[in-house]
């Protein structure tokens, strides 16, 4: 088992151009995270899939967009890159979704221009 | 929302000594409080939770605390060893899928 992958590694864009991180788990799971990660401010939910065909908003939705393709694969939009989105981007996945153990993909860098 | 505090920002122990992490929440409707541990460029890893029905839980050399009424958490490591050194997040779940993390504790085992 793979667990969470997450592609791209490290990206670096130009304000305004868009881009989409790719979120792939395969342990089976319900619930899929994707959280950002700022030095000095722990870890954000941005989005997450509750289960298949489902998605809500979290703690800093702005700026991005979601997709949650099949049970497998999460991906996270940006339309319009900011330096303000300048961070490590972390999808996740738990089996359950209700307050259950999440499982972290590797990360991507990213920087913004 | 829930609001996370988590201190110290950093912290210094020698090899086998105890290290003390606390956190604060706002919500009392939080009743799942997991911890985890991310080392230098790696992912974070839950290394133990506890749910509000619980006070303390215990996993070998590391256990957690909860108080509910005070509404804060705390995880104990005991008898430290250089390869615990790494950054520690707490975060609280109120319901569902939401998940609020701590700002993290930077923890250096000193050999």
């Known amino acids: 088992n793979a667990g969470v992958t997450q592609t791209p590694k490290f990206q670096v864009l130009k304000t305004g151009q868009s881009m989409t991180l790719q979120c792939a788990q395969d342990m089976n799971h319900n619930s899929m995270y994707w959280y950002r990660q700022d030095p000095g401010m722990g870890l954000r939910l941005i989005y997450y899939?509750?289960?298949?065909?489902?998605?809500d908003k979290g703690e800093v939705p702005n700026g991005y967009n979601v997709s949650r393709l099949n049970k497998r694969e999460f991906s996270l939009r940006l339309e319009s890159a900011a330096p303000s989105q300048t961070s490590v981007y972390f999808c996740?996945?738990?089996?359950?979704?209700?307050?259950?153990?999440?499982?972290f993909g590797p990360g991507t860098r990213l920087l913004v221009l | 929302g829930e609001n996370v505090e988590q201190h110290p920002s950093t912290l210094s122990v020698q090899e086998g000594d105890s290290a003390v992490i606390k956190c604060t929440y706002s919500?009392?409707?939080?009743?799942?409080f997991p911890w985890y541990k991310q080392e230098l460029g790696k992912r974070p890893q839950l290394i133990i939770d506890?749910?509000?029905?619980?006070g303390e839980k215990k996993d070998q050399r590391i256990a957690v605390t909860l108080n509910k009424t005070a509404k804060h958490f705390s995880l104990h490591i005991t008898e430290t060893q250089p390869e615990d050194s790494a950054v520690y997040f707490c975060a609280a779940s109120p319901t569902g899928n939401q998940f609020y993390f701590g700002t993290g504790t930077s923890l250096t085992v000193i050999p």
């Open positions: 506890i749910r509000s029905n619980v």
């Open positions: 899939s509750a289960s298949e065909g489902t998605t």
């Open positions: 919500d009392s409707a939080s009743n799942y």
């Open positions: 996740a996945s738990s089996a359950q979704g209700r307050q259950e153990t999440q499982y």
